[in-house]
């Protein structure tokens, strides 16, 4: 069967948490795959530099064993961010990519670099850039936090697989999955962005109708 390599957010300093185990039970139920998610090693102990070439890795692994079943990497938040840069590890190394790529309110840019990003910050009711700056340093260690393990915006995206990517205004990540989907596109990769307007981060996980529509798309790909 298809196989899904699922990748949880919590900034890569926190763990897993009852609503990640929802979408993996979501895809396990109704799209009938088979998931694998790694409890990797969170920041300060667990750093981009070891985190991102494991899971690179790791899918390698998942990618030889599925012979021809489809496998789809699932990440949000932070665990989209290292989606995007294993992506990119296993191009750099040779590798073949995984079929798809599902990148649910991506963090791929910790630098939080954007002017704008102050304005949508303040209706932002989930994250905040102070600590999104904090988790950032604490993840990257001794990398820059530009570093393309750290912030794979900041990479190459030729050659990676295709992507659908969530987002929502309410989310002052947003206009960094707006640039990945441009950067992405320009290198010649089939991009899908779903950005919706007054959502918050993560919102293809929450009991809206917004929700229900962005796992109607996701349970799509993977099946």
């Given at each position: 069967g298809n196989v899904v390599l699922f990748l949880h957010?919590?900034?890569?300093?926190?763990?897993?948490?009852?609503?990640?185990?929802?979408?993996?039970?979501?895809?396990?139920?109704?799209?009938?795959?088979?998931?694998?998610?790694?409890?990797?090693?969170?920041?300060?102990?667990g750093t981009a530099?070891?985190?991102v070439p494991a899971t690179g890795e790791l899918?390698?692994?998942?990618?030889?064993?599925?012979?021809?079943?489809?496998?789809?990497?699932?990440?949000?938040?932070?665990?989209?961010?290292?989606?995007?840069?294993?992506?990119?590890?296993?191009?750099?190394?040779?590798h073949r990519q995984s079929n798809g790529l599902v990148l649910i309110s991506p963090g791929v840019n910790l630098s939080v670099d954007r002017p704008e990003q102050v304005a949508i910050a303040a209706r932002d009711p989930i994250n905040d850039i102070p600590g999104t700056i904090e988790?950032?340093?604490?993840?990257?260690?001794?990398?820059?936090?530009?570093?393309?393990?750290?912030s794979p915006l900041k990479g190459d995206m030729r050659g990676l697989a295709p992507m659908i990517?969530?987002?929502?205004?309410?989310?002052?990540?947003?206009?960094?999955?707006i640039e990945?989907?441009?950067k992405a596109r320009a290198a010649g990769v089939?991009?899908?962005?779903?950005?919706?307007?007054?959502q918050p981060h993560?919102?293809?996980?929450?009991?809206?109708?917004?929700?229900r529509q962005a796992r109607e798309v996701i349970l799509r790909a993977v099946a």
């Amino acid at each position: 069967g298809n196989v899904v390599l699922f990748l949880h957010g919590g900034g890569y300093v926190n763990e897993i948490v009852r609503a990640h185990w929802r979408i993996v039970g979501t895809m396990t139920r109704e799209a009938g795959v088979r998931c694998v998610v790694p409890i990797y090693p969170l920041a300060p102990r667990g750093t981009a530099i070891d985190v991102v070439p494991a899971t690179g890795e790791l899918l390698r692994k998942l990618l030889e064993e599925a012979g021809a079943a489809k496998v789809t990497v699932v990440g949000n938040s932070a665990g989209a961010g290292l989606a995007l840069a294993a992506a990119q590890w296993l191009r750099n190394c040779g590798h073949r990519q995984s079929n798809g790529l599902v990148l649910i309110s991506p963090g791929v840019n910790l630098s939080v670099d954007r002017p704008e990003q102050v304005a949508i910050a303040a209706r932002d009711p989930i994250n905040d850039i102070p600590g999104t700056i904090e988790m950032g340093r604490l993840y990257a260690g001794n990398l820059d936090v530009f570093h393309p393990y750290v912030s794979p915006l900041k990479g190459d995206m030729r050659g990676l697989a295709p992507m659908i990517v969530f987002s929502g205004t309410r989310d002052f990540l947003y206009p960094d999955s707006i640039e990945l989907a441009a950067k992405a596109r320009a290198a010649g990769v089939p991009v899908e962005l779903h950005l919706r307007r007054d959502q918050p981060h993560n919102y293809a996980g929450l009991p809206t109708p917004e929700g229900r529509q962005a796992r109607e798309v996701i349970l799509r790909a993977v099946a």
